[in-house]
């Protein structure tokens, strides 16, 4: 891995300006671009006064897997994985400055895996990978019925038991039923220590990719084996999120749309006596 180096100019950076710039502009914006031309990589890096050393896992951008953890607009991608041999043009970008540098990337002499090999290997990547992409759009879809019926309970509170008695059981049920998915996912929250269920399915995905990467070239037999598994796995649970949203979520929807209540609280004039 070749190291990279910037040093700031002199006048930037200091205590007093470092207080009033936004946290985003003290990362340095890095573009990994290949020989024809494509944008493999994005990442950002930190930054601070002085010699400066940014590393890049030669690597590409890799797709995110199912996470309770939201990801923020300015996160980077997820690496993915390795770049195949040859010359990669750095691009930086920090607070309106640019430079780039050559990388050229070499295959491991102690190994004798062939382009064709590392192609399969790819292939096998990216099979997977549009797996999780769908599997991990499930599981957003989730945590987005959670906030909607956070949203609508706290919109409720001063409406009269009476009026939402039903969409309070609806959305009981529902999140019910959202709980039940989610441990087909991963596991539940607030469990103590480090959680390791491989008999889930991001258990399952991770063992499938540790599968693709102990191969040479084209996926094993367990590689191949857990791929179809997981992508039963994930079109399985696709068809039941996809059953929740159209029929219960649907109906819960149309039952706090028709309610006829103001959601404000009547408020009585202040008087003093």
């Not at 007093?16 to 031309?37: L, N, T, Y």
């Not at 990216?126 to 879809?141: H, N, P, Q, S, V």
């Amino acid at each position: 891995m070749k190291e990279l180096a910037e040093k700031k100019p002199e006048g930037e950076g200091g205590d007093d300006e470092k207080k009033g710039d936004d946290k985003k502009d003290d990362k340095v914006k890095i573009r990994v671009i290949d020989a024809k031309g494509d944008t493999v990589r994005t990442f950002s890096a930190k930054v601070d006064t002085g010699l400066v050393r940014i590393n890049w896992g030669l690597n590409e951008d890799g797709v995110r897997y199912p996470s309770r953890r939201k990801p923020k607009p300015e996160d980077d991608k997820p690496g993915g994985y390795s770049v195949l041999p040859g010359t990669y043009k750095l691009m930086f970008a920090y607070k309106g400055k640019t430079d780039s540098t050559n990388v050229t990337v070499h295959a491991d002499p102690r190994m004798n895996t062939t382009l064709a090999d590392r192609l399969a290997q790819r292939a096998a990547y990216d099979e997977l990978g549009k797996i999780a992409e769908k599997a991990t759009a499930g599981f957003d879809r989730l945590q987005d019925l959670k906030a909607n019926i956070k949203l609508v309970n706290s919109a409720l509170e001063n409406v009269p038991d009476s009026l939402k008695k039903d969409i309070g059981k609806m959305a009981k049920s529902i999140q019910d039923s959202i709980t039940a998915l989610e441990k087909r996912y991963m596991s539940p929250e607030g469990l103590k220590g480090i959680q390791r269920d491989p008999e889930n399915i991001t258990g399952h995905i991770w063992r499938t990719r540790s599968y693709i990467e102990s191969s040479d070239g084209a996926p094993n037999q367990n590689a191949r084996i857990m791929t179809e598994k997981v992508r039963k796995e994930v079109a399985d649970i696709l068809t039941d999120i996809n059953r929740l949203v159209e029929k219960d979520f649907t109906e819960y929807k149309k039952k706090v749309e028709a309610l006829q209540y103001s959601l404000f609280k009547p408020y009585e004039p202040v008087k003093l006596d």
